[in-house]
């Protein structure tokens, strides 16, 4: 499949996500809740000490993308299931592997997109801590990484899973687990990111083998 072609399956998924209301959603929401959360607690949490107010906020954001990443891939529309695939496959005349190579970049760009809806307030943050700016960066590579990463498992999770729920339960319940199990910072975000190349490289190298026909549930 050529590049070009390759493009416009990303752009339909794009499109399409951008015509739920899930993902917009989701940011709304996001929004919403760092600003409320820097309007109460802007001097910082009292109950985590002499923490800057900039890692308080990162901590935070890292929690609620954690949350809320899962949730928007899963309902976006981008995250194209296992018939949704085959379907694509025989009556675009692609190869499976290229539906969900699309299906995996367009959901990381969403993610990221999302992700970087929390940088205003980040700066904000920052400029409260009156700590470096690279300390900002220290605190927002990782939130992007998980967005990547977020896309990667939630992807999987939706081609391998039958039920929706099930699978947007299951990539949350994943995701979780990575952000305890990596340490957040810029070594975390290079451990992050590297899991999401190769889950997606999987799900591609895999999906011609696999995704061809039907599910049994269809």
Known sequence: MTDRALTTLVWR????????????IAMGVQI????LYLLVWGDGLPLVGARPVLAQFATTQWIFLGLALPWAAARSGAAWRHDEVA?????????PSSAVAASVAALSVLLLAMAAVGLPFAVLA????AVPAMELWRTQLPVYALGLCAA???AACMLVVANRFMAWTTATALTLALMIAVPQGIAGAAV???????????????????????????
Do not use: K
Request: hydrophobic share 65%; charged share 10%.
């Open 13 to 24: 998924a794009l499109l399409g996500a951008a015509r739920t209301p899930a993902l917009w």
């Open 32 to 35: 919403g809740f760092l600003s």
């Open 87 to 95: 379907q694509l496959a025989a009556l675009g005349a692609i190869l």
């Open 126 to 129: 920052q400029q409260i801590s």
């Open 152 to 154: 990667a498992v939630t």
């Open 192 to 218: 992050l990111a590297a899991l999401a190349v190769a889950v997606g490289a999987a799900l591609v190298n895999g999906a011609d083998r696999r995704f061809w026909y039907l599910s049994e549930q269809a």
